[in-house]
C-alpha cells in the first residue's frame, strides 16, 4: 500500500499484518491513523483482539483412557 | 520494512515448563499425565494435517511420546516444552507422510487456493465504489465492549469458537490452532508446516477472519434472542 489513506475495506484485510507487526512504518501510521477517526474500525480491532483471546482459552482434550494407560506405562518404563 | 515485533512468549521454556520438567524428570506421574493432556489434541491435529489419516496420525503421536521420553533429558529449553514436543510430532508425521508415499497437503500450498483469497468481510458491508464514501462501513461492526462477560466467556460461546475453527479449511485451521491455540510464534509455524511467512500470515488472517465473523453472527443472534 502507498499513498492513499486506507480506507474501511483495506484495513480489514491488514488488520493482522498490524497485529503481527509486519506493516512498514509509514503503512502503520496511517493504520493508526484512520482508526483515529473511524470507530468501526476500532470496534474490528478489537472484536479481531477478542478472537485471538477466544482461540486462545485452554481446553483439555480428552484423552482415550486406553492410550492414557499405554504411555503411563511407557512413562514408569522410562522412568525405571 | 520495519523489524518484526519479537514474540518471546514461546521461544524459550517458561518456568512452569521447567517445573514440570523437574517433576516429570523425578518420576512424577501426575505430571506425565498432565503433559499428555495438554498435548494430545494439538500433536493428533499435527499428525492429521501433515497425514490426513487418523489411524496412522495415532501411531505418529504414540511414537512421538516414545520419542520425547528418549530425549527428554536432552531437551534444553531453548523452545518452549510444547513447540519442542510438536516438532517431534512434525519430524515423525513428515517421515512417515514420506513413507506412505503421501503428497504433502501444502505442496499445494505455494499457490494459496480459492479459499485463501475470499475478502475478510463481505463486501456488501461496505459501500460501493461511485459513493462518496466508497470502501468506507454501511454496516459497522459494533463494539463488543457491551457483550455482558458471561455470554462472551460462556461455554455456548466457547462451542462457536471451536466449530468455527472445525469448519475452517485444514491449512487455515492448522495455521490458527497452532499460533493462537498452542501459543506457537511465526517462524515456529512456518517450521513444523512448511510454510513460508507470507503464506503462514495470509492463512493466519483468514482463519481469525472466519472466526470473527461466526462469531458476530452469534453474538448478535444471542443478544436479539
Excluded at chain 1, 494407560?69 to 525405571?80: E, S, V
Excluded at chain 2, 518471546?8 to 512424577?28: K, M, N, P, Q, Y
Excluded at chain 2, 508425521?93 to 480459492?114: H, I, M, N, Y
Excluded at chain 2, 457483550?147 to 462457536?160: G, K, W
Aim: aromatic fraction near 6%; charged fraction near 30%.
Amino acid at each position: 500500500m502507498s499513498g492513499a489513506e486506507f480506507d474501511c475495506e483495506d484495513v480489514v484485510e491488514v488488520v493482522t499484518d498490524y497485529l503481527e507487526g509486519v506493516m512498514a512504518p509509514e503503512d502503520r501510521r496511517r493504520f493508526e491513523r484512520h482508526l483515529n477517526d473511524c470507530d468501526g474500525c476500532l470496534h474490528y480491532l478489537e472484536q479481531m483482539q477478542a478472537v485471538i483471546r477466544l482461540v486462545g482459552r485452554p481446553t483439555v482434550e480428552s484423552v482415550p483412557p486406553e492410550t492414557m494407560a499405554g504411555l503411563l506405562r511407557k512413562f514408569r518404563t522410562w522412568r525405571g | 520494512m520495519n523489524a518484526p515485533v519479537a514474540d518471546f512468549s514461546a521461544t524459550i521454556a517458561s518456568i512452569e515448563d521447567l517445573e514440570l520438567l523437574d517433576r516429570l524428570r523425578r518420576g512424577e506421574e501426575a505430571a506425565f499425565t498432565q503433559l499428555v493432556e495438554g498435548l494430545y489434541g494439538s500433536m493428533l491435529r499435527l499428525a492429521m494435517f501433515h497425514l490426513g489419516n487418523r489411524a496412522v496420525a495415532e501411531e505418529v503421536v504414540q511414537d512421538a511420546w516414545v520419542g520425547v521420553l528418549r530425549q527428554l533429558d536432552r531437551f534444553e529449553g531453548r523452545s518452549s516444552l510444547r513447540t519442542w514436543i510438536l516438532r517431534i510430532v512434525s519430524n515423525l508425521a513428515k517421515t512417515r507422510a514420506v513413507r506412505e508415499r503421501r503428497t504433502l497437503p501444502f505442496s499445494s500450498l505455494d499457490g494459496l487456493d480459492e479459499q485463501d483469497r475470499e475478502p475478510a468481510v463481505d463486501p456488501e458491508r461496505f459501500l460501493p465504489a461511485g459513493e462518496r464514501w466508497a470502501g468506507h462501513w454501511s454496516s459497522p461492526p459494533r463494539s463488543w465492549q457491551d457483550v455482558p462477560e458471561e455470554l462472551l466467556l460462556s461455554q455456548e460461546t466457547r462451542a462457536e469458537v471451536e466449530r468455527a475453527i472445525e469448519a475452517l479449511p485444514p491449512t487455515q485451521r492448522a495455521v490458527i490452532v497452532l499460533r493462537d491455540v498452542d501459543g506457537l510464534t511465526a517462524a515456529e509455524a512456518c517450521e513444523l508446516l512448511g510454510l513460508t511467512d507470507g503464506n503462514q500470515r495470509v492463512l493466519l488472517h483468514r482463519a481469525r477472519s472466519r472466526v470473527r465473523r461466526a462469531l458476530e453472527r452469534y453474538l448478535d443472534d444471542a443478544q436479539v434472542a
